[in-house]
């Protein structure tokens, strides 16, 4: 059987590999048996008190607690969004000695975001102005607060420059690298694809870095050379698998090569269920060897994993092989040591039996995940 169907009869060797031709997803075959007050309430005459009884310094509350009301705009006018204090016209939500209304000042080393007082800037960052900035980069505080570039330069390391080195762009005020910069690949505000590197201007799709056995949602989620058998066939989150391998060591540190007369490949070893992932069950090839693999556990899914296939709810796996039609699904007849599908087997989602094979197979791409479509002739998922 097909492990890009997840069907358990592994290993089953049936002649030629008919996935040989280049674009098609790998169908590998192996075969052995299986066992408080709103901020916002105004503030009335009544509740502002005589100079006389007016409250110490300790007892003015934070900005955040005393809300900006009407009475604190004086009668001359201001632009729109500042308020006169003290006879200036300032913004309450950056000034750092009107933080959310007037004379409210922010402790030494705060800024005023807002209209709140901001945790102190950490170094090597300053307030300036009553905002946190960087003065190795920022043009307008250049090296120290106040000190602007002159239009057209940078900032670059607390100095203004007017030009950037060769090979970079002006962006934002920086010196960007746009053959390598995924927030500006190829052009200034051209961002990749979150996850996606910028390689010589353009961004190119993530490497990955799934090992055998990792959850997956497509192939590009798995090391180079490797695919992904997805959760759409009956494989929980996804299992990175390597098709090809000789030896153990191919498969990296915790893999298994299962080798079978026409073609083996990499599964993640186990000696027992708890060292698989959550729907997973440790299949034992050889029942001499506690040597396992794990695979996708039955019992969540039947349809799905077993397709023509019974579930043996003990092992948690398909049954291998028939003797009986007990041994096969509902609907399902035993022939010759195999189940077989027929017009009423259920399948699983996004499935039906090809009756002329015996065999569940998808019906559409849905049934083969993203990096594939579904051959609706052979009931095979192969490449775009």
């Known amino acids: ?55 110490s ?3 003015v509350p934070a900005a955040q607690d005393v809300p900006f009301t009407q009475g604190d705009v004086g009668s ?9 204090c003290g006879g200036q016209c300032v913004d309450l939500r950056t000034s750092p000695s009107n933080c959310g209304r007037c004379d409210l000042a922010c402790p030494p080393g705060r800024a005023c975001v807002g209209g709140f007082c901001d945790e102190p800037c950490a170094a090597p960052r300053l307030s300036c102005g009553g905002a946190c900035t960087d003065p190795s980069v920022d043009p307008s505080n250049c090296g120290a607060c106040g000190n602007a570039c002159p239009a057209g330069s940078v900032c ?25 910069s995924a927030l500006h690949c190829g052009a200034c505000d051209s961002p990749c694809p979150s996850g996606s590197p910028c390689s010589a201007g353009r961004c190119v799709a993530p490497t990955g870095t799934g090992a055998v056995g990792d959850a997956c949602a497509r192939g590009a989620d798995c090391q180079p050379g490797w695919f992904c058998q997805p959760e759409s066939l009956g494989w929980p989150a996804g299992y990175c698998v390597r098709e090809g391998c000789a030896r153990d060591s191919d498969c990296g540190p915790a893999g298994v ?11 993640l070893g186990c000696t027992s269920s708890t060292q698989c992932r959550s729907g997973y069950a440790c299949v034992l090839p050889d029942p001499r060897s506690p040597q396992g693999v794990c695979y996708p556990s039955c019992v969540p899914n039947v349809p799905l ?80």
């Open 1 to 55: 059987m097909a492990l890009g169907c997840a069907t358990q009869a592994l290993p089953i060797d049936e002649g030629p590999d008919p996935v040989e031709d280049a674009g098609e997803a790998p169908d590998v075959s192996l075969s052995f048996d299986i066992p408080s007050a709103p901020l916002d309430t105004p503030v009335t005459s009544a509740d502002v008190p005589a100079a006389s009884d007016a409250p």
């Open 57 to 59: 310094a300790v007892d």
């Open 76 to 84: 001359t006018s201001c632009e729109l969004g500042t308020v006169r």
């Open 156 to 180: 670059l390391s607390g100095r203004c420059n007017t030009r950037c080195a060769a090979g970079q762009a002006l962006c934002g005020g920086q010196c960007v690298d746009t053959s390598s």
């Open 257 to 267: 090569c299962l080798i079978g007369t026409v073609r083996s490949a990499c599964f």
């Open 305 to 384: 994993v077993c397709g023509e296939y019974a579930c043996n709810t003990r092992t948690q796996l398909c049954t291998g092989g028939c003797s009986s039609d007990l041994e096969c699904s509902n609907n399902s007849v035993c022939l010759g040591g195999d189940c077989y599908c027929t017009s009423r087997t259920n399948c699983g989602a996004n499935r039906r039996c090809y009756t002329a094979d015996g065999y569940c197979g998808c019906a559409n791409d849905a049934a083969c995940g993203p990096d594939a479509r579904c051959d609706t002739l052979t009931g095979d998922c192969v490449g775009p």
